[in-house]
């Protein structure tokens, strides 16, 4: 796609350096805060199809599940305001902990913040192992949702910040690949924990999230801050020794001439909230709200929090249903080791456009199986050779959702921000993911019941719209040093025009007229 008006014509730096095992230890290490969101997406959804927590906690689904003389609709037989509340407040209290979160990473640092996350998290979950009552319950989900929004605004930042140019997609995908891994292992402990006799193993399961928040907190101790963070905060003599040891050289000038620049002009924008809105980062900010916005859409959640249940609506038994959630839980996992390799090399969009038409392929199976299945009533039955066919269209389509939107849609936010605004604009992505899984949260089982299996269609449609949305208005970021990335918006046809030629002139980058391509 083409516009006209001034463009950059030079070439973005790259300033060289080597691939330290420090820098890739460190980064390892900080992308551990993802585990506590990965564990309690796993968790959530696993407990919440145990017979022994539904009864004590919400008798009237485990009325609806037990009572054979109610020919009950398949859509509808889990639709609670009270289940899917228990579910979703953590997302909410995430959502307004990330604004809290955005002052302590700007101010205090980015490990700062994630020791804050890790140590929130830790109570809730103590809180949620020895719950007595729904009251309980809340309060511990609420607490974990503060120790989210903490983690996912300052870990993806972190990453962006500590990770070299050509390797920034690869490490900050470590993040989404840590949530995977929680989701994994959570699967697994809700299969072990159902077994257990005397009705206590979904306390087992809600208590163990207290090891992702341990390994979090004590990591966040043994972690350097990252050079932008060290000379935003005055510290530039720590901030060019830290960046010539995750460089791995000593000539680090140019970039650290950058870092510096950027942190001079930072301190010029003394509202960050307010200048964000302004023209010059409008760029930025639809993508931080449109990128999340669309990864909540993508209908992923729908599997994540609910597969257990969704299994069993399918017709599969209790174990048969947390081992089926497991299966899609190890396809996440591995798609996001593809995402890993393929992401600084094929570039961001590749990736984006392929998972995009992955999944709308699988959503409209998935949606016509189901539909003929159920019928629009919701009481005819799934065959097992059908209901497996459905399984691996849902794996299929979490392999889609794992090597695009899931890495990508906290990758991409985290690495385009100049860093007068970054952490108000992590603050907003995270917000708006939040938000938006709160929404899809609390809403989706009442969808269910209602939409039936066009609730499948109407995700489909959204993978349509954003597959369309990152085709034509996302640049491609790969290898472009994150204080460099105004020349690239400075070269879309359409966001071009946002940005002012002063942000982009000097370092060997030349205007002229002509035509730019995304």
């Not at 979950?125 to 903490?150: D, E, K, P, S």
């Not at 931080?288 to 597969?307: K, L, S």
């Not at 794996?395 to 921000?417: N, R």
Request: aromatic share 14%; glycine share 10%.
């Amino acid at each position: 796609m083409a516009g006209g008006g001034h463009v950059v014509t030079g070439e973005v730096k790259d300033f060289g350096g080597k691939v330290t095992l420090f820098v890739i230890f460190t980064c390892l290490i900080a992308a551990t805060g993802g585990l506590i969101f990965g564990y309690d997406l796993g968790i959530s959804g696993g407990v919440t199809s145990m017979d022994p927590f539904l009864e004590k906690f919400f008798p009237s689904v485990y009325r609806r599940m037990h009572d054979k003389s109610l020919k009950e609709n398949q859509y509808c037989k889990f639709d609670s305001e009270l289940l899917t509340s228990f579910t979703s407040c953590l997302y909410l209290a995430a959502l307004v902990a990330s604004f809290f979160a955005s002052a302590t990473t700007r101010v205090f640092g980015r490990k700062i913040s994630m020791l804050v996350g890790g140590i929130v998290f830790l109570i809730g979950a103590i809180i949620n192992g020895v719950a007595v009552n729904i009251f309980m319950l809340i309060i511990g989900r609420i607490l974990l949702g503060v120790g989210v929004g903490y983690a996912n605004q300052s870990v993806p930042v972190y990453l962006s910040e500590m990770a070299p140019a050509r390797l920034r997609g690869a490490l900050n995908i470590a993040f989404q690949f840590a949530i995977t891994i929680g989701i994994l292992i959570a699967n697994f402990v809700n299969f072990g924990t159902n077994k257990i006799k005397g009705g206590y193993g979904w306390r087992v399961s809600v208590a163990l999230a207290a090891v992702p928040a341990i390994i979090m907190t004590i990591g966040s101790f043994y972690l350097p801050d990252t050079p932008n963070s060290l000379i935003e905060r005055g510290h530039k003599d720590k901030a060019k020794i830290m960046l010539q040891k995750i460089r791995g050289m000593d000539d680090v000038e140019e970039e650290f001439q950058d870092l510096v620049d950027a942190s001079e002009t930072s301190k010029q924008v003394k509202h960050p909230w307010k200048n964000i809105v302004q023209p010059r980062y409008r760029p930025q900010l639809v993508m931080a709200i449109a990128i999340p916005f669309f990864q909540q859409f993508t209908g992923i959640n729908v599997i994540m929090f609910y597969a257990p249940v969704l299994f069993k609506t399918l017709g599969y038994g209790d174990d048969a249903s947390l081992i089926s959630a497991a299966v899609t839980g190890l396809v996440n996992v591995f798609a996001t080791i593809v995402s890993i390799f393929t992401v600084d090399k094929y570039g961001r969009k590749f990736l984006f456009r392929a998972g995009g038409i992955q999944m709308l392929i699988c959503q409209i199976l998935i949606g016509l199986i189901i539909g003929v299945k159920f019928g629009v009533a919701g009481t005819g039955s799934m065959p097992k050779n059908y209901a497996n066919f459905v399984l691996i269209l849902i794996c299929l389509y979490v392999a889609g959702f794992a090597w695009s939107w899931g890495p990508l849609g906290w990758l991409v936010p985290s690495e385009i921000f100049p860093l007068e605004i970054r952490s108000a604009g992590q603050a907003i992505n995270v917000s708006v993911n939040m938000l938006f899984t709160f929404i899809i949260g609390q809403l989706f089982l009442a969808m269910l019941c209602h939409m039936k299996f066009g609730l499948f269609f109407f995700f489909g449609g959204f993978v349509v719209i954003m597959t369309l949305f990152i085709h034509f208005l996302l640049p491609e970021t790969k290898n472009i040093p994150i204080e460099e990335m105004n020349k690239v918006w400075k070269q879309h046809w359409f966001w071009g025009k946002y940005i002012p030629d002063e942000e982009v002139i000097g370092n060997d980058v030349q205007l002229s007229k002509g035509k730019a391509f995304a």
